[in-house]
Nanobody, 115 residues
Framework: QVQLVESGGGLVQPGGSLRLSCAASGFTFTNAAMRWYRQAPGKERELVASISSPGGSTNYADSVKGRFTISRDNGKNTVYLQMNSLKPEDTAMYYC????????WGQGTQVTVSS
């Protein structure tokens, strides 16, 4: 079955960096476009970044352009989200997503940006 397991979240000061990872299994990773979403308390889930299969094209929300980078390692079945120059408004639960017939989500990893 499809599984997505996120890791790498935590507490970081404004201006800091984090790298999130999403380990995928149960589907042909190389053939799947991957996405990162986030959801802050009281807000709707929003698309942060996406990467095509096998990885030639990326897209970002305007709010993270120039600060976040999505990438993938098809040999490790893992997608990453490098987050630099973090701001308090980046605080949210971050989720990995894949559409493989159905919609699949990971359990999420919490990112908190605070001094």
């Amino acid at each position: 079955q499809v599984q997505l397991v996120e890791s790498g979240g935590g507490l970081v000061q404004p201006g800091g960096s984090l790298r999130l990872s999403c380990a995928a299994s149960g589907f042909t990773f190389t053939n799947a476009a991957m996405r990162w979403y986030r959801q802050a308390p009281g807000k709707e889930r929003e698309l942060v970044a996406s990467i095509s299969s096998p990885g030639g094209s990326t897209n970002y929300a305007d709010s993270v352009k120039g600060r976040f980078t999505i990438s993938r390692d098809n040999g490790k079945n893992t997608v990453y989200l490098q987050m630099n120059s973090l701001k308090p408004e980046d605080t949210a639960m971050y989720y990995c997503y894949v559409r493989w017939g159905n919609n699949y989500w990971g359990q999420g990893t919490q990112v908190t940006v605070s001094s």
